[in-house]
């Protein structure tokens, strides 16, 4: 099985950026779609972004579109996540999730989870 580790987040102002990290341990991401979730306080966990680790094709929350990119880097076996423009409202604890389901953005079909990093965003 294949063990997630998240780094990079922290405290930002409002229209900065943050970069997100979540690195592979225990076995490569092949054959597996990578996503990021974020939680806020008091709301349910909730879909950002996905990418398929073996085509690297994108899919987005539509509230993150256009600020947000996640993009995989298979030499390092990390997905990373640059968010741009970050508004409070994407305050929040941010997850990485890996799914041998493909077409997915439910929480549910995700078996693998990273610990969660904090993402602040001041206004």
């Known amino acids: 099985q294949v063990q997630l580790v998240e780094s990079g987040g922290g405290l930002v102002q409002a229209g900065g950026s943050l970069r997100l990290s979540c690195a592979a341990s225990?076995?490569?991401?092949?054959?597996?779609?990578v996503a990021w979730f974020r939680q806020a306080p008091g709301k349910e966990r909730e879909f950002v972004a996905r990418?398929?680790?073996?085509?690297?094709?994108?899919y987005y929350a539509d509230s993150v579109k256009g600020r947000f990119t996640i993009r995989r880097e298979t030499a390092q076996n990390t997905v990373y996540l640059q968010m741009n423009s970050l508004k409070p409202e994407d305050t929040a604890v941010y997850y990485c999730?890996?799914?041998?389901?493909?077409?997915?953005?439910?929480?549910?079909?995700?078996?693998?989870w990273g610990q969660g990093t904090q993402v602040t965003v001041s206004s």
């Open positions: 225990g076995r490569t991401f092949t054959g597996y779609a």
């Open positions: 990418t398929f680790w073996s085509t690297g094709v994108t």
């Open positions: 999730a890996a799914s041998m389901r493909y077409y997915t953005t439910n929480e549910n079909d995700y078996a693998y």
